[in-house]
């Protein structure tokens, strides 16, 4: 089974510091993804990356960058956070190649309050 | 743009009731379809996904849902619901081709006694 493992469950940070979630996947996918879920509007693409070294923005890029130095670690960095960006933030890889027919696969999630 | 609308923000059914939650989808061309559960504190997992083989689709713990171009609708169905299915389900959609996936806003599914 593909595991993606998401180094923080809960993570209570304040206003204005830099943080960083990080993101492991097992299965050698090239594709990862990050997003924020907030009630009511399901999952909102932040970053993805189709391989090593490579992002791309998704739709709410703001506030927001990424890191992808090995192909199974996909970082997240608040530059500043504030307190709009807390949220739960999930992580998630695919297998490549196979024009979008392939699911996703889910991290447990990092639930981010920013104080 | 593509876009995924789950009509019902929550559904209510009693155990052993037929659970039916609905998807609707904006595209000219049959997308990529998935179905994800999202139980407390956890991640998303695969259901069943339509990549245009069977319009109906089978999937885990029992659920099915039904491609159905004429009305761009993929609604998930189980015939008798448990307890156990009590969760939080998210609608999805790739293009053909494409990179992003598109989820809806979710349905929470109670369930009860």
């Known amino acids: 089974d593909v595991k993606v493992t998401q180094s923080s469950r809960y993570l209570v940070k304040r206003t204005g510091e830099k943080v960083f979630l990080e993101c492991v996947q097992d299965m050698d996918h090239e594709n990862m993804f990050w997003y924020r879920q907030d009630p009511g509007l399901g999952l909102r693409l932040i970053y993805f990356s189709y391989d090593v070294k490579m992002k791309e923005k998704g739709d709410i890029p703001e506030g927001y960058s990424v890191s992808r130095e090995k192909k199974e670690r996909f970082s997240l960095i608040l530059e500043s956070a504030s307190t709009n960006q807390t949220s739960m933030y999930l992580c998630?890889?695919?297998?490549?190649?196979?024009?979008?027919?392939?699911?996703?696969?889910f991290g447990d999630g990092t639930r981010l309050s920013i104080l | 743009a593509q876009s995924v609308t789950q009509l019902g923000s929550h559904v209510s059914v009693s155990e052993g009731a037929l659970v039916l939650l609905r998807c609707n989808y904006s595209s000219s061309v049959p997308p990529y379809l998935f179905w994800y559960v999202q139980y407390p504190n956890q991640g998303l997992q695969l259901l069943l996904k339509y990549t245009s083989a069977a319009t109906l689709v089978k999937g885990i713990n029992g659920f099915e849902a039904e491609f159905k171009k004429s009305e761009t609708s993929f609604h998930l169905t189980k015939p008798s619901a448990h307890m156990s299915d009590a969760a939080e389900y998210f609608c999805a959609v790739t293009e053909t081709g494409g990179f992003k996936t598109i989820f809806g806003a979710g349905t929470r599914l109670f369930v009860k006694a």
């Open positions: 998630a890889s695919r297998v490549a190649g196979t024009g979008g027919n392939q699911p996703q696969h």
